[in-house]
């Protein structure tokens, strides 16, 4: 690759040429991140120069319209469709002159690909970067098309599908290739899009699918040497490993079993000619006769299961193929011994380790880990080379496109260590199997150096990124590249250890005067030990935590919180302990004021899942910084009851805020918050989730004020920054309010009619409409006059009142007990 340019190239507007599922995707991506986008594909079929531009365009239109109704969304929010401009290849090539990436996505086709390149040279300004999302093609073929000049700005760019929520980009560089093209989009990518970036060589199917369709079709021929099920392949290749609770073929059937056997045969047909040593790792016949059936998986109704309606819960009844006969019959929930004692290993690395070794059973599911993992380990060591033949240059690129691709929660190397290198090793060599060159390697260096047991990985609290990893060239441990701005809490915790911590959360010190709380209980639910850390630490009553001067709440884990600990409550409303429950209310609320009024900035950073009194965490906090993939919602009547930890409180405020003030009509009724009120007393009455951090701020969950993070890898730094902002310009609380405008009766009563008209309509039941009307209870501030200024105080009286009286009741009972037995709501 060339030696970068020098020139500094900034991302303003994309076109993406190629409207079918994963080009439209690109756009929509792009467009999320609030870039105009040209969308181009060909000229819709059966037009002529007469035709409406309209027709002529019909193809990138219906690929927008698609976008629009995609699930899983596609969107932040569909506002962002209007950044996309619709067109084709014949009439509308001039509206990439203006564009400072290209992005080509079209059929797997190099004669089409190269036909469509001769067109874009045409139109394309002479710095714009040029780069093709292909996954099958070697990208030095696809350059034989481009003059030397563009070579320069051409590369690969391999997204993973669906792209806003697959972390994984792939880029492929060629010799010519400009370093300085590159690292713009490298940087666009990851500050924009979030992307994790891992560059690899030009070899067939790149680092991830090359590894990945390994590791799937080895599971699928041990299936048939083994005579094991497709069920039970799933419950042995799901998130008992740490990998997408889906499993093998669910998976297949969510990406498409077509989309799977094209990278797999794309790949038999070339690994005999790279020297790839499993040439027996092939696609079995049985999936060439679903093919040929066209059983594609969900997108057509069948694949490796076909629906069948729903159980008495609401969950899907499906069948499954008989890989044998080609028949479908019943599915079955596989029960493995060695699984049901790995329920019980909460840390995945331990949890692996267990699966391979305790093989003293002998039966079913160690008979299938052992070949599976180490050969896995045995393929992904292979694929590390310094030589151009192997994709990968180290093995930090291989786990992290593992990880960030297929959604592992450890890469190959991670679950080598996890596992123990030498003594996985040694029960290896002396079965006979194959040891890979680099792992000869690692143990010769050390015998070495006197290590017994040597990881690919160490901890070194010295470098950024907290470890260094294993070279097999150098024969040496070097730094896990950080990029700048990039952090976790795990690794700080291995520079700086715990400030304090109980088994519910921690305080970390981040550095620079500020502290983060970090949650860690089971789903980070919300119990009496996260409660009483935050408060004891935001009080600053204490010696370790007295001198920070700003605190961070947030975490690692998949998801912010689920909200409070539902068995822990309905245990309590079980025993009839209403005073417990008060204490634990009255607590909860004591907590969010405190994040409120702490005289010290606090900003949350919500991900994932931030559900009831994680909301209600985040409501209270002097600033948010999300994360983009936030699923945020105060879920509370789900179960029956209200949000009780100041969630209602909150929204009234910014109701109050959105209103300005109650100004009374000629009735004396309040007229101008009304409509605010609605909207929040909706989204509360019915439990809404947003789809989005940008679908929060429109939910009023998050302010125009808060920023939002793309990149997860950079969520901790950017709230770190922010809070520390927020300190640096002389942050001060705010007062508790004693003059909040009240709705009053008139708007209760006016929210109590919709509720009734629900119910008459038959839309929600009896138990709906009790819950509905305690929320507009305390949304209206009590039975008060209208414009009656009451406090905050008041209003927490008023949750409280409503929640312990819900927890009385039945039915908020079997809701409770439901949602704990199968994870869903039940409307009773």
């Not at 105009?36 to 035709?51: F, K, R």
């Not at 969950?315 to 493995?336: E, M, N, S």
């Not at 709380?517 to 850390?533: F, P, Q, T």
């Not at 989730?689 to 730094?717: C, K, P, Q, W, Y």
């Amino acid at each position: 690759m060339s030696k970068a340019s020098g020139t500094d190239r900034t991302v303003f507007k994309v076109a993406v040429l190629g409207a079918g599922t994963m080009g439209a995707r690109i756009a929509a991506h792009i467009a999320n991140a609030g870039l105009p986008v040209v969308l181009l594909d060909i000229l819709a079929p059966g037009t002529d120069p007469t035709s409406s531009k309209h027709e002529r365009n019909k193809v990138a239109l219906s690929a927008l319209e698609g976008l629009k109704k995609a699930k899983p969304a596609a969107f932040y929010t569909v506002d962002s469709a209007r950044l996309i401009v619709p067109g084709n290849f014949d009439d509308d090539m001039s509206l990439i002159a203006d564009c400072d990436w290209i992005v080509e996505a079209v059929a797997e086709d190099l004669e089409i690909k190269h036909a469509l390149y001769a067109k874009v040279l045409r139109h394309r300004r002479a710095d714009a970067i040029l780069t093709s999302n292909t996954s099958g093609l070697p990208i030095a073929s696809l350059a034989e098309a481009l003059p030397q000049d563009v070579k320069r700005l051409f590369f690969g760019t391999h997204f993973f599908n669906p792209p806003r929520y697959m972390r994984l980009l792939e880029m492929i560089p060629i010799p010519e290739t400009d370093e300085g093209a590159v690292a713009s989009i490298a940087h666009f990518c990851d500050r924009r899009l979030g992307k994790s970036i891992v560059r690899s060589r030009d070899t067939p199917n790149f680092i991830a699918n090359r590894v990945g369709t390994f590791s799937m079709g080895n599971a699928i021929r041990l299936m048939q040497t083994q005579g094991l099920t497709i069920e039970e392949v799933d419950a042995l290749t799901g998130s008992a490993l740490g990998w997408p609770k889906t499993g093998t073929f669910r998976l297949a059937d969510l990406v498409g079993v077509d989309v799977l056997a094209h990278v797999a045969r794309n790949f038999e047909a070339k690994a005999a000619a790279i020297g790839d040593e499993r040439t027996d790792v092939k696609l079995p016949e049985f999936i060439g006769t679903m093919l040929e059936k066209k059983w594609l998986g969900d997108k057509v109704g069948q694949g490796f299961y076909k629906k069948e309606g729903k159980d008495a819960e609401g969950r899907d009844l499906r069948q499954a193929l008989d890989w044998q006969t080609l028949g479908y019959r019943p599915a079955t929930r596989p029960k493995f011994p060695a699984l049901e004692m790995a329920k019980n290993v909460e840390a995945t690395a331990a949890r692996v380790a267990q699966l391979l070794h305790d093989d003293a059973r002998g039966d079913k599911a160690a008979a299938f880990y052992w070949p599976l993992l180490t050969e896995l380990f045995t393929y992904a060591a292979n694929r590390v080379s310094d030589k151009n033949s192997e994709p990968a240059e180290n093995i930090v690129e291989v786990d992290a496109a593992m990880r960030t691709g297929f959604n592992w929660e450890l890469g190959p190397f991670e679950m080598f260590d996890a596992v123990g290198v030498r003594a996985t090793t040694d029960k290896m060599r002396a079965e006979g199997a194959p040891i890979a060159a680099n792992v000869e390697k690692l143990l010769l260096w050390a015998e070495r150096n006197g290590e017994s047991d040597p990881g690919w990985y160490k901890d070194d609290a010295g470098v950024p990124s907290g470890r260094r990893y294993f070279d097999p060239f150098s024969e040496s441990y070097k730094p896990v590249p950080a990029a700048e701005g990039t952090g976790s809490i795990a690794t700080i915790k291995k520079a700086r250890g715990v400030v304090k911590k109980n088994p519910g959360a921690s305080v970390i010190d981040l550095g620079d005067g500020v502290a983060a709380i970090e949650l860690h209980s089971k789903m980070n639910a919300l119990g009496g030990d996260i409660v009483s850390l935050i408060t004891q630490t935001l009080k600053q009553a204490s010696e370790p935590v007295r001198d920070f001067e700003a605190f961070v709440i947030t975490g690692d884990s998949a998801n912010f919180s689920v909200g409070a600990n539902l068995m822990q409550l309905l245990l309590a409303m079980q025993e009839e302990e209403w005073d417990e429950i008060d204490l634990m209310v009255r607590a909860f609320q004591k907590m969010t004021q405190t994040i409120k009024y702490c005289p010290r900035p606090v900003v949350v950073a919500p991900y994932g899942m931030c559900l009831g009194g994680g909301v209600e965490i985040s409501l209270h906090a002097a600033a948010r910084q999300p994360h983009a993939e936030l699923y945020m919602g105060l879920v509370e009547t789900g179960v029956g009851l209200i949000p009780g930890g100041g969630g209602c409180k909150e929204m009234l405020l910014r109701s109050v805020e959105a209103g300005t003030s109650i100004r009374p009509d000629a009735r004396g009724e309040g007229v101008e918050i009304f409509e605010a009120v609605k909207k929040n007393f909706e989204t509360i009455a019915k439990a809404t989730v947003s789809t989005s951090a940008a679908d929060a701020r429109g939910l009023g969950f998050l302010r125009a004020s808060d920023g939002i993070t793309v990149n997860r890898e950079r969520l901790l730094m950017d709230a770190k920054q922010r809070v520390r902002e927020m300190a640096d310009a002389g942050y001060s609380a705010p007062l508790p309010r004693t003059d909040v405008p009240a709705p009053g009766e008139s708007v209760l009563a006016t929210l109590k009619l919709a509720v009734w008209t629900m119910h008459e309509g038959q839309y929600i039941s009896g138990h709906d409409v009790k819950v509905a009307n305690w929320v507009a209870h305390v949304l209206a501030g009590g039975r008060v006059a209208p414009g009656t200024p009451v406090s905050e105080e008041y209003l927490l009286d008023l949750e409280r009142e409503a929640f312990l009286s819900l927890c009385g009741e039945k039915k908020t009972q079997e809701r409770i007990a439901f949602t704990l037995k199968t994870g869903k709501p039940l409307r009773n």
